[in-house]
């Protein structure tokens, strides 16, 4: 029996894709929360952060190997805000979590050095790794984070047809929005 909550590190989500949209709606699952909880002046529901939180979690967890900054951006943003970040996890896997969270921010900003400034889709093949590729050795795409991090791209000639920065643009803004990169404490939505 697999819990809803470890449905992101589980067999029945097929590829790193349906992965990224499970992140993706535990992240604004708990924004909302907080939104709604400060709007009607109560508290966040502690038992609906934990149980969307422990989503976005294991999802993370088990992408870590992948280098997949957008995840890594979510989930270490909720992580540390100071609203969310109590009802995550218990007090003393928390602390682990904000130690493991420095190398996700690490990895995830060296991963956002990588990316290539060519925009142009190149033809070529997928060779299968036994290690996760850095975003410039993988193929150009639209949104990377969706793509398998275990296939490098050997290209030969590049193509007319281009590709938009999405993938890059939504993981750097994540970034700077959590304020990632300064290794701040308090998270923008505290502030407001």
């Known amino acids: 029996m697999i819990l809803p909550q470890r449905v992101g590190a589980s067999p029945f989500v097929k590829g790193v894709?349906?992965?990224?949209?499970?992140?993706?709606?535990?992240?604004?699952?708990?924004?909302?929360?907080?939104?709604?909880?400060?709007?009607?002046?109560?508290?966040?529901?502690g038992r609906f952060v934990y149980q969307m939180g422990r989503t976005l979690y294991w999802t993370a967890r088990?992408?870590?190997?992948?280098?997949?900054?957008?995840c890594n951006f979510m989930w270490v943003g909720v992580l540390r805000d100071p609203v969310l970040g109590p009802h995550l996890l218990p007090a003393r896997?928390?602390?682990f979590e904000l130690r493991r969270a420095q190398r996700l921010v690490a990895q995830g900003i060296e991963q956002l050095r990588h990316f290539p400034l060519d925009r142009f889709v190149y033809e070529g093949r997928a060779l299968k790794t036994?290690?996760?590729q850095w975003?410039?050795?993988?193929?150009?795409?639209?949104?990377?984070?969706?793509?398998?991090?275990?296939?490098?791209?050997?290209?030969?000639?590049?193509?007319r047809q281009t590709t938009c920065a999405t993938d890059f643009l939504l993981a750097y803004w994540m970034m700077r929005y959590w304020r990632l990169a300064a290794g701040a404490e308090k998270s923008p939505a505290a502030q407001t």
């Open 62 to 70: 088990y992408l870590e190997p992948h280098r997949h900054s957008l």
């Open 93 to 95: 896997a928390r602390k």
């Open 135 to 159: 975003v410039d050795l993988r193929r150009s795409d639209d949104f990377q984070w969706k793509a398998d991090p275990y296939h490098r791209w050997v290209h030969s000639r590049r193509t």
């Open 17 to 45: 894709n349906d992965r990224n949209h499970v992140a993706t709606a535990a992240y604004v699952s708990l924004l909302l929360e907080r939104w709604a909880a400060k709007k009607q002046g109560r508290e966040v529901d």
């Open 130 to 132: 036994r290690a996760p």
